[in-house]
């Protein structure tokens, strides 16, 4: 029989368990040398530490070995190289009878060596959930829930022999393993203490098998649940299934590992229905960390949910700083109850997304936008440079009517595109020729290309006019839209919080509160970093301008501040101290067109000089000068009685049948091309039928 390397005395049980069937015994060969760390190719590096305590029981040389090697040949005496208060013995020979050992309660099971686990035993690892004589558990579900997470780690598995109201006493799964715990209640509590504890196991590890009883899906939740707590993107049940055979040599099935994913959700971000529970509590908290914020809850006769509303202080007060442009637009939410999940969204001087505000209602109605904006109308008042940019939407310009009657409402062109392809098909090769006229700056283009559409087909054209020009047109709208002619900004909120819609609602806040620190505190420090004194993308936007453009133009200087400037066919005329171009370019952006940057150029001035101060980079630096604080952990929150009896429960709601729907249907210009591509056999053109077809003949 070859050597083998043994490192502690569970692999010697482990082995004299496996020789119990031969004959007469076996002769160990043993080094002791204290204070020495003994390394073995096979076995590594061995760190037990060496008892100082004489012990007349020759079987306690177990815990003392560094380095032992077993001969089943010429067996020869054994030698001590030892401190003095070990013993020295010139021969030993043990038979096959397995000592039990039994730990004091003073004894730790963090002695234990954390090497890696060789042949014929495993090695137990000391970790946070270490057991010893006197643990307390705060009641025996609890206790239940460690020692599975223990036993799963460690790699054993363990029956429970007596379980009642008073003690609790567990085994190893096989009979003749020496390891055991006891425990019972504290008196007057429901706590429960360990009483008894073997730490030690005789059992083979190679005999353990891959369904381990201690892994059920509550179990194998809660050791991944950190996998899934703030903005991670959650393991999938295959991942899982890898995970738990990797890691800790489990087989689980996909039905458990669906459930177990189930479960470490709802420990990392709660259940839907404490989401509700706990959120008036989470609000008053926002207010008590930041200061200003605006929170509102509204509840049903039946103390159920209705609507929330959420700004958080540092954001409002940063708005002040930025372009009066708000786009608005609703999500639905994904989680058990479903809602909608309303946004304000502005842009920054930098170009940047700058969430405002956010609401969770049943849908989007009337009833709810209305709310929204009665809210959103106490953090931010009604002017007549206020512009909102949505879809068209009924219920949002019913709402804007009501609580925003000075502030201006634009139509979003990206969806009143998707509106024309859908109504005017014939027409289709004019919609580029409505963009134009939405984009044009000027009054005289915005006409001549609004004629040109007229002329090729009156009916859009008459179509585009009863829904009011001023609402989709740049040129035409009564306030200032500067770029933004869609409501991109809120879709890509929307999009940002694709995943996080799933999750409850104080989750979904709390995920949308996180995101907004770090925004914030990056964007702060990005503002520090910046020398200059526009921001960073308005910078290269002038620089694009001047490098394409405005280098190849002709100046011509009528006065101090008045300048003529010709590119190709075009003339227009430049005021640098009016900030005024005959292109309206200038005047509409706050941005110096080609036209400025040349004139800036032609008499050394700085043409970063005239951009407005909406771009500065101290402005926007300001804007986020504040920061967002998290709530703190929840055992640390000082709720207010008021607060702690406010009632909020779930909002009524009805499973539907079939397999829960996480994505929407998409239209079909949302992939470029429709699902079918129908050919009218009339007239052979695409995109209709012979039922629908109008084409002359």
């Not at 190893?172 to 504890?197: G, N, P, Q």
């Not at 971000?269 to 605006?294: C, H, I, Q």
């Amino acid at each position: 029989m070859p050597p083998m390397y043994i490192r502690n005395d569970r692999q010697v049980q482990a082995f004299m368990k496996k020789l119990a069937e031969f004959r007469g015994g076996i002769q160990l060969c043993v080094t002791v040398e204290k204070g020495k760390t003994s390394t073995n190719p096979m076995m590594g590096t061995s760190n037990i530490s060496i008892s100082s305590e004489s012990n007349t029981d020759p079987y306690s040389t177990y815990q003392v070995m560094n380095e032992v090697q077993m001969y089943s040949a010429n067996p020869a005496p054994i030698t001590f190289v030892s401190a003095p208060a070990c013993h020295v013995m010139n021969e030993m020979r043990f038979d096959s009878t397995i000592p039990e050992r039994v730990r004091t309660e003073t004894e730790s099971f963090s002695n234990i060596s954390e090497g890696s686990a060789p042949v014929g035993g495993s090695t137990i690892s000391a970790s946070s959930n270490t057991l010893y004589c006197g643990k307390l558990f705060k009641d025996k579900k609890e206790m239940g829930r460690q020692m599975q997470l223990f036993a799963m780690e460690n790699n054993f598995e363990f029956r429970t022999k007596k379980s009642d109201s008073t003690r609790y006493t567990l085994r190893c799964i096989d009979e003749k393993c020496s390891w055991r715990l006891r425990a019972t209640r504290v008196k007057a509590s429901d706590s429960f203490i360990i009483k008894k504890y073997i730490s030690e196991h005789c059992c083979d590890s190679s005999l353990r098998k891959v369904n381990h009883r201690q892994a059920t899906a509550r179990t194998l939740g809660e050791m991944v649940s950190n996998h899934f707590r703030g903005e991670k993107l959650a393991l999938k049940p295959k991942q899982l299934i890898e995970k738990f055979r990797h890691d800790n040599g489990i087989g689980v099935s996909y039905s458990k590992a669906w459930r177990a994913k189930d479960h470490a959700i709802d420990v990392a971000r709660g259940t839907p229905e404490d989401g509700y529970e706990f959120l008036p509590m989470w609000m008053y908290m926002v207010n008590e960390k930041n200061p200003g914020s605006a929170t509102f809850i509204e509840v049903d006769p039946d103390n159920k949910f209705k609507y929330a509303f959420l700004a958080f202080g540092p954001s409002i007060r940063g708005f002040k700083l930025m372009r009066k442009v708000i786009c608005i637009d609703g999500a639905h939410l994904k989680s058990n109850f479903k809602g909608t999940l309303l946004g304000a969204s502005a842009q920054d001087g930098d170009f940047h997304l700058y969430p405002i505000a956010f609401g969770v209602v049943d849908s989007e109605n009337d009833a709810s936008w209305d709310w929204f904006m009665k809210c959103l109308k106490k953090i931010i008042p009604d002017e007549p440079d206020l512009v909102f940019v949505s879809d068209r939407a009924s219920s949002i310009a019913n709402a804007l009517i009501v609580n925003y009657p000075l502030a201006h409402h634009g139509i979003c062109i990206f969806h009143l595109e998707k509106n024309l392809e859908t109504g005017f098909k014939s027409s289709s090769t004019l919609i580029p020729v409505m963009k134009d006229a939405a984009y044009a700056y000027t009054r005289f283009d915005f006409e001549q290309l609004f004629h040109e559409l007229s002329l090729a087909d009156n009916k859009m054209a008459q179509y585009l006019w009863d829904l009011d020009v001023k609402k989709w047109s740049r040129a035409c709208a009564p306030a200032n839209r500067y770029n933004i002619m869609t409501s991109n900004l809120a879709e890509s909120l929307n999009s940002l919080l694709k995943e996080s819609r799933e999750y409850p609602i104080v989750c979904l806040f709390d995920t949308i509160r996180s995101t907004l620190t770090r925004w914030f505190n990056e964007r702060h420090e990005k503002g520090t970093r910046n020398r200059h004194s526009v921001t960073v993308n308005v910078m290269k936007q002038v620089k694009t301008l001047y490098d394409s453009t405005a280098r190849w133009l002709e100046v011509s200087q009528v006065n101090q501040h008045v300048f003529e400037v010709k590119g190709g066919t075009l003339v227009h005329v430049v005021n640098l101290e009016t900030r005024d171009c005959t292109c309206c370019v200038f005047n509409i952006t706050k941005i110096p067109c080609a036209h400025a940057i040349a004139a800036a150029k032609h008499i050394n001035l700085n043409e970063y000089d005239y951009v407005d101060t909406l771009y500065s980079n101290k402005r926007w630096t300001l804007a986020y000068s504040e920061s967002i604080y998290p709530v703190g952990d929840r055992t640390q929150w000082e709720i207010p009685a008021d607060v702690a009896a406010f009632v909020c429960r779930p909002p009524s709601s009805r499973v539907p049948s079939g397999r829960p729907k996480k994505k929407r249907i998409p239209s079909g210009w949302e992939y470029g091309k429709s699902a079918t591509n129908y050919k009218c056999r009339r007239c052979g053109q695409n995109g209709h039928n012979k039922s629908s077809c109008v084409a002359p003949i």
